[in-house]
Each structure stands twice: as structure tokens, then as C-alpha cells.
């Protein structure tokens, strides 16, 4: 079984920062890509930033050069570096992983999500 597990979420005022960890354990074979998504009071899941094993990242454009998402193969964690925090990032964030295991293959995994608010 798998687990993903989010860290590193809270209140914080416009202009900071804050660093969120994902960690995946359980019965892992290998991890495709770590990403990271957000849904905002009242609308829609959007994703945010995706990191492929081969070290390949992308970031969504509303939060491009304030956002960094870095990983930690070794330790089969994400983080999301989050900085320059306008009220509009308030959002609960998620985790997501494409993981293989022996089970199952390869299959998508998310976290339980955590809360981010940025106040103004």
C-alpha cells in the first residue's frame, strides 16, 4: 500500500514564504512524476507544478518565478518552495504521484491535502 503524506502548510501574510513536503512510502518499486496541485475556496483542483524522474519540471504560469518544485529521489519527496505568497495562493494543496509497485503497476496516488492561507 501506498501513502503520500504532506507537510509544511499553514497561515502565513502576503509576501512570505513556505515549503511544502510530500513524501511517498509504502510498497514502492519506482516514481514516475511528482506533482503538486491546489484547489482554491469555491473552484477547481488546478495543478501547479509537475517533476518527472528524469529531473524534468514545469510550473504553472500564475505562479512562475515564485514557485520552485525540487525533489528528493533518495527520499522519494517533493517539496514546493513557495515564495512572494499573494492571498490568491490560498488554496489546500495536493500531492500527486504516478508510483509503480508490484501489485498494481503503475498508478496514480494523492495526498490527503494540505491547507495553505496566505492573509493580506
Known amino acids: 500500500q501506498v501513502r503520500l503524506a504532506e507537510s509544511g502548510g499553514g497561515l502565513v501574510q502576503a509576501g512570505g514564504s513556505l515549503r511544502l513536503s510530500c513524501v511517498a512510502s509504502?510498497?514502492?518499486?519506482?516514481?514516475?512524476?511528482m506533482d503538486w496541485y491546489r484547489q482554491p475556496p469555491g473552484k477547481q483542483r488546478e495543478l501547479v507544478a509537475i517533476?518527472?524522474?528524469?529531473?524534468?519540471?514545469n510550473i504553472a504560469d500564475s505562479v512562475k518565478g515564485r514557485f520552485t518544485i525540487s525533489r528528493d529521489n533518495a527520499k522519494n519527496t517533493v517539496y514546493l518552495q513557495m515564495n512572494s505568497l499573494k492571498p490568491e495562493d490560498t488554496a489546500v494543496y495536493y500531492c500527486?504521484?504516478?508510483?509503480?509497485?508490484?501489485?498494481?503497476?503503475?498508478?496514480?496516488?494523492w495526498g490527503q491535502g494540505i491547507q495553505v492561507t496566505v492573509s493580506s
Open positions: 500527486n504521484a504516478l508510483i509503480r509497485t508490484d501489485l498494481l503497476g503503475v498508478s496514480a496516488y
Open positions: 509504502g510498497s514502492i518499486r519506482s516514481i514516475e512524476n
Open positions: 517533476s518527472t524522474s528524469r529531473g524534468n519540471t
